[in-house]
C-alpha cells in the first residue's frame, strides 16, 4: 500500500505501513505505486505566503569613521533593503556621523562599504529625545494584513544579538499589531544588570497583566541571546556569526516563543484578547542607547490547502474506490 502524505500542500508517496504523528493532513489510499506515478503531475508544492521580508542589504552605506559603514534610518533607506513590505520611521534620526554615538546607530555592514550583509542596529540615537517606549519608533508594514487562524499558522522571525553589553539599564520592544492597533504579541529586550550577564541576555515578553515574564535558564547557553564581547556600546560592530534566530508563531489567539528552533514559552494568550490579525510591527525604546541588531526579518503564514489540493486528492480517492 501506499501512503499520500499531504504537507504543507505538498504530496509526497511513503512506502510505509504506518502514518507518522504529524500536524499535517494525512490521507491513505490503497493504490497501486504506479498509479501515484501516473499522478506526478497533480503533485502540489507551495510555500508560505511571504507577508514581508527584510535582510537590509539593499541599503547603501558610507564610511561613518572607525572603519565601520552604515546608513541613516530613513524609510527610503530601509525600504531599499526590503524585499516584500514597507517601513515607517515615526521618529528622525541623524544621520550617522563620525565621532558620534550616532554613528554606530543606523543599516550597519560588518565593515567594508561593499558589504553583503548588512543588519538595523536598533536603539538609534534619536538626538536626545526618547518615546519612553509607549510610542513606536518605527513600524514594519505588511505588505497585507493577515488573519489569525488555528489552520493558518503565522510566524515572526528574524535573526538577533544584544548590542549593549555594557550593563546599563535600557530596553526595547517589538510588538505585533492589528489594524485596529490592538497588541498580539509584546518582546522585551531589557539590557539591565551587569554587563553580557546571563540575566541581561535573556529574552522578555510582556502578558495580558502587563507584566513581562522572563524566558530561559540563565546557567543554559541555548535559552540565551548571544552579545557582542566589547563591553563599550559605541565600539560595538554588526558580527552576524552570533546572531540567533527568534520565532514568534501565532496562531488564532495565542502564541509561541521560539529561539533557534527550540521552544522558550508556549500558548501564551494575545495581550489583546480581542486582536484579530497581523498588520505591522512596531519598534519601541526607553532610550536613546538601546542597542541590538536585527536581521533577515520575515513574516510568514502557512495557506491552507488549496482547492486544486483537494481535487487531486478526490481524484485519488475515485481512483482507489475504481481498483
Avoid: C
Amino acid at each position: 500500500m501506499v501512503i499520500l502524505l499531504i504537507k504543507n500542500q505538498e504530496i509526497q508517496t511513503k512506502n510505509h505501513q504506518e502514518i507518522m504523528q504529524t500536524k499535517s493532513i494525512r490521507i491513505v489510499a490503497a493504490i497501486p505505486s504506479a498509479a501515484v506515478v501516473a499522478l506526478a503531475p497533480l503533485q502540489i508544492a507551495t510555500a508560505a505566503n511571504v507577508l514581508f521580508q527584510a535582510d537590509f542589504n539593499g541599503t547603501p552605506v558610507s564610511d561613518v569613521g572607525n572603519g565601520l559603514y552604515a546608513a541613516q534610518i530613513t524609510a527610503a533607506n530601509l525600504d531599499a533593503g526590503t524585499a516584500v513590505g514597507s517601513w515607517t520611521v515615526h521618529v528622525p534620526q541623524d544621520a550617522p556621523a563620525a565621532g558620534t554615538a550616532r554613528a554606530q546607530r543606523g543599516i550597519q555592514g560588518v565593515g567594508a562599504a561593499d558589504v553583503e550583509n548588512k543588519a538595523l542596529r536598533f536603539g538609534i540615537n534619536l538626538a536626545g529625545q526618547s518615546t519612553g517606549g509607549a510610542d513606536p519608533i518605527l513600524s514594519a508594514n505588511l505588505a497585507t494584513s493577515a488573519s489569525v487562524s488555528t489552520t493558518m499558522p503565522m510566524t515572526v522571525g528574524f535573526d538577533y544579538a544584544n548590542g549593549s553589553p555594557d550593563g546599563g539599564n535600557r530596553t526595547f520592544f517589538l510588538r505585533g499589531l492589528d489594524s485596529s492597533e490592538r497588541i498580539l504579541f509584546e518582546l522585551a529586550f531589557k539590557h539591565t544588570g551587569a554587563g553580557g550577564s546571563a540575566e541581561q541576555r535573556q529574552l522578555h515578553y510582556r502578558d495580558g497583566s502587563s507584566q513581562f515574564v522572563s524566558l530561559g535558564n540563565t546557567g543554559d547557553e541555548s535559552t540565551l541571546v548571544n552579545t557582542t564581547q566589547s563591553g563599550n556600546v559605541e565600539a560595538a560592530t554588526y558580527d552576524p556569526d552570533i546572531m540567533k534566530r527568534v520565532e514568534v508563531v501565532i496562531g488564532s489567539s495565542a502564541f509561541d516563543i521560539l529561539l533557534d528552533g527550540s521552544m522558550l514559552a508556549g500558548d501564551i494568550a494575545f495581550q489583546d484578547v480581542d486582536a484579530d490579525g497581523l498588520t505591522k510591527l512596531d519598534f519601541a525604546s526607553t532610550n536613546q542607547w538601546t542597542g541590538g541588531w536585527f536581521d533577515n526579518m520575515e513574516v510568514t503564514q502557512i495557506p491552507e490547502p488549496s482547492a486544486a489540493a483537494l481535487l487531486a486528492l478526490g481524484g485519488l480517492a475515485l481512483l482507489s474506490r475504481r481498483r
